[in-house]
């Protein structure tokens, strides 16, 4: 088994902590190399004292001039080039190749705890499945590893050894008079027609559980194929043939540039002393055999080696450690109490001996966690400073029930929102600006009757249809601002104020509903001038006035709900209604309304008027005073197809018509 060492050296800051270890000969270089040291040592020394002894001086001074160029030109072999790169690749063939030995802990605690029961039958499925995954292993192992071989070398001996039954002996005997190959994978099939089986009968209750046992005995099999794999296919030969030439050329020149002889009479180069052992000859010589001999050494990590895996002792662990696991300690823990820190929740800190004192420590610091961020460096480097407006008095909800809370909108969601970040529309919305969002997909804002479904969302605009949409928007509502509202198809069309509803905070509430009592006052003294410029109509009826359900986009009014009474439902009234010359009446008579929000409006049914000169003439020569007209705001229901009828009828733009399953309110004069 693999030479185990670690525990020796527990503290690599002692002095010549390794020390202890060199003297170990299992396992060690010494062990590897002294056969071909003391062969080296050998030839070296026969060619020493043939040199010495029993040549002339002549063929002495031949001998040195060879010495000088076998020295010379044994450098240039690139040894720790040749070798650093063959050994390590070996090396990680060697640690690959033992990480894929399975271990059926894994496998055995799935089966546990998916085959429950203390029966019979479940028994029998839970070992007899373990059992099969140690027999797939050994059969691959005993193609790979001597000294498996040496343990199991026939069928028989498996049968003897409890692995393998006699049935399933011949079944593997027939098998093998059919094809030759490793069937290494036949206890796995085995092990998962009994877990088809369990799941047929019961025994397994969720396809989950039959999903991770398969998944564990894929990896089983995986793993050992891999391993016959790892041992089919080796390092090229031709690699370990130039590593090995390599070594031994290098050395033989080594035999000869490395003799030590005595100077020649006469010889004017720098005196050597006459050195009879060749010390760093040797030296370099078990540094590079050695290192050679790793390689071989683990080139096979199944083999006799004294650093080769012990397999036999994994085999006697992985079958008992299987048994105790399904059968043994099945279904059974210790009985269930209460712990030391039950009541503590939480221990504040386990005890430590008097020789472990030295070792308490605390949580490790970061490398950041000590690092100070300037207040200069902390500011935004690509957002503005937050602009204080009145707009930031408002609180940005995410719906019309919820109840005022006072807030400030989050300045850097804005920021972010102009500079192009996409937000989804049904949960954030911008404040107007470049990326206008609505919420027409969006259940919440989708209308403020309960129950209504949301409209289908409007076209997707691109950035140039929004930027310029933006500018001609600001145009737009300076010229609203200027003539008071805008003509379309002969219908007066509503000041847009806003791009969305707004929700005051408490502490702006008088503030707003000041300023729309204002902007009430001047669309009413709005209609009674065009009232006396003569848009008058006597006719009884003129048509209805369809109140179609509140959008939010296109109503920028903290009250958009229409109250029966107040001063800007008459002014809306009369804003819509003066081109036809029904103000005069909206505003003398009294106005029925219930409560509903309006944010489009149409005249469906309408009969144009003119103003007739002669009949106000008339009148005001006669000194005689018409009589206050009335008109009565009502909410119909409508359907659908009234709606299509009366847009049609009417002309009335698509963007004006009722949406589907809504209300609708019909002004009659």
């Given at each position: 088994m693999t030479v185990s060492y670690a525990g020796e050296v527990p503290n690599g800051s002692s002095f010549g902590c390794f020390w202890r270890i060199l003297c170990k000969w299992r396992g060690s270089v010494y062990k590897l190399v002294w056969r071909e040291l003391l062969a080296y040592l050998t030839l070296y020394y026969t060619i020493n004292l043939l040199y010495r002894f029993a040549l002339t001086e002549p063929q002495q001074r031949i001998f040195e001039k060879v010495r000088q160029y076998f020295g010379?030109?044994?450098?240039?072999?690139?040894?720790?080039?040749?070798?650093?790169?063959?050994?390590?690749?070996?090396?990680?063939?060697?640690?690959?190749?033992?990480?894929?030995?399975?271990?059926?802990?894994?496998?055995?605690?799935?089966?546990?705890?998916?085959?429950?029961?203390?029966?019979?039958?479940?028994?029998?499925?839970?070992?007899?499945?373990?059992?099969?995954?140690?027999?797939?292993?050994?059969?691959?192992?005993?193609?790979?590893?001597?000294?498996?071989?040496?343990?199991?070398?026939?069928?028989?001996?498996?049968?003897?050894?409890?692995?393998?039954?006699?049935?399933?002996?011949?079944?593997?005997?027939?098998?093998?008079?059919?094809?030759?190959?490793?069937?290494?994978?036949?206890?796995?099939?085995?092990?998962?027609?009994?877990?088809?089986?369990?799941?047929?009968?019961g025994l397994i209750t969720s396809d989950h559980i039959v999903q991770t046992l398969l998944v564990e005995l894929s990896d089983i099999r995986r793993r050992l194929g891999a391993l016959i794999g790892y041992d089919t296919v080796c390092v090229p030969l031709v690699y370990t043939q130039v590593v090995t030439l390599a070594l031994y050329t290098y050395f033989v020149a080594a035999l000869m540039g490395r003799q030590l002889v005595p100077p020649a009479p006469g010889s004017t180069s720098q005196y050597h002393p006459d050195v009879y052992f060749p010390l760093f000859t040797a030296l370099q010589f078990c540094f590079y055999v050695g290192w050679l001999k790793v390689a071989e050494v683990l080139i096979n990590p199944f083999g006799e080696d004294d650093d080769d895996i012990e397999l036999n002792w994994l085999i006697d662990r992985h079958i008992k450690a299987a048994y105790m696991i399904v059968d043994e300690m099945h279904e059974e823990h210790p009985e269930l109490l209460k712990d030391q820190y039950w009541e503590e929740v939480v221990p504040k800190d386990l005890p430590y001996t008097v020789a472990s004192e030295h070792y308490r420590r605390h949580e490790p610091p970061c490398s950041a966690d000590h690092y100070k961020v300037k207040a200069e460096d902390a500011v935004y480097a690509n957002v503005q400073a937050p602009r204080k407006s009145h707009d930031e008095t408002y609180a940005d909800y995410e719906s019309v029930d919820?109840?005022?809370?006072?807030?400030?909108?989050?300045?850097?969601?804005?920021?972010?929102?102009?500079?192009?970040?996409?937000?989804?529309?049904?949960?954030?919305?911008?404040?107007?600006?470049?990326?206008?969002?609505?919420?027409?997909?969006?259940?919440?804002?989708?209308?403020?009757?309960?129950?209504?479904?949301?409209?289908?969302?409007?076209?997707?605009m691109s950035l140039y249809e929004r930027l310029v949409g933006r500018k001609?928007?600001?145009?737009?509502?300076?010229?609203?601002?200027?003539?008071?509202?805008?003509?379309?198809?002969?219908?007066?069309?509503?000041?847009?104020?806003?791009?969305?509803?707004?929700?005051?905070?408490?502490?702006?509430?008088?503030?707003?509903?000041?300023?729309?009592?204002?902007?009430?006052?001047?669309?009413?003294?709005?209609?009674?001038?065009?009232?006396?410029?003569?848009?008058?109509?006597?006719?009884?009826?003129?048509?209805?006035?369809?109140?179609?359900?509140?959008?939010?986009?296109?109503?920028?009014?903290?009250?958009n709900t229409l109250h029966a009474g107040q001063p800007g439902t008459t002014a809306l009234a009369q804003a819509v209604l003066s081109p036809s010359g029904l103000a005069p009446m909206l505003t003398a008579g009294p106005v029925a309304l219930s409560p509903m929000g309006v944010t489009q409006l149409s005249l469906v049914g309408s009969t144009p008027s003119t103003p007739r000169t002669e009949r106000i003439t008339g009148s005001a020569g006669s000194g005689a005073t018409p009589p206050p007209p009335r008109a009565t705001v009502t909410e119909l229901p409508g359907s659908d197809r009234d709606s299509e009828h009366s847009a049609a009828s009417t002309g009335t733009p698509p963007e004006f018509t009722r949406k589907s399953n809504s209300k609708r309110g019909e002004v009659y004069v």
């Open positions: 010379a030109q044994s450098e240039s072999i690139p040894m720790s080039f040749v070798l650093g790169f063959y050994v390590s690749l070996i090396v990680k063939r060697w640690w690959e190749q033992y990480k894929l030995l399975p271990w059926p802990d894994t496998l055995a605690l799935f089966i546990s705890a998916g085959i429950p029961g203390a029966d019979e039958t479940g028994r029998l499925m839970r070992r007899n499945i373990v059992r099969y995954a140690i027999l797939a292993y050994v059969i691959t192992l005993q193609r790979v590893s001597l000294r498996v071989k040496r343990r199991f070398p026939t069928w028989q001996h498996v049968v003897d050894s409890g692995l393998m039954l006699e049935s399933e002996r011949k079944v593997f005997e027939k098998m093998d008079g059919k094809s030759p190959m490793s069937k290494y994978w036949m206890p796995l099939v085995w092990a998962t027609n009994i877990i088809n089986r369990a799941r047929k009968e919820t109840p005022l809370v006072e807030r400030r909108k989050n300045w850097f969601q804005r920021q972010i929102s102009r500079m192009g970040s996409v937000r989804s529309a049904s949960t954030a919305y911008s404040s107007g600006g470049l990326f206008g969002r609505n919420r027409h997909n969006s259940v919440v804002y989708s209308s403020p009757e309960a129950g209504q479904p949301a409209p289908a969302p409007p076209h997707k001609s928007g600001r145009g737009q509502h300076r010229q609203n601002s200027r003539h008071g509202g805008q003509k379309s198809n002969g219908t007066a069309v509503p000041i847009t104020l806003r791009n969305r509803p707004r929700i005051p905070t408490p502490d702006v509430t008088k503030e707003i509903i000041d300023r729309e009592n204002r902007l009430a006052m001047g669309m009413q003294n709005m209609g009674v001038i065009m009232a006396h410029q003569g848009y008058q109509n006597e006719v009884p009826v003129l048509g209805a006035l369809v109140l179609s359900p509140i959008q939010e986009l296109d109503s920028g009014s903290v009250n």
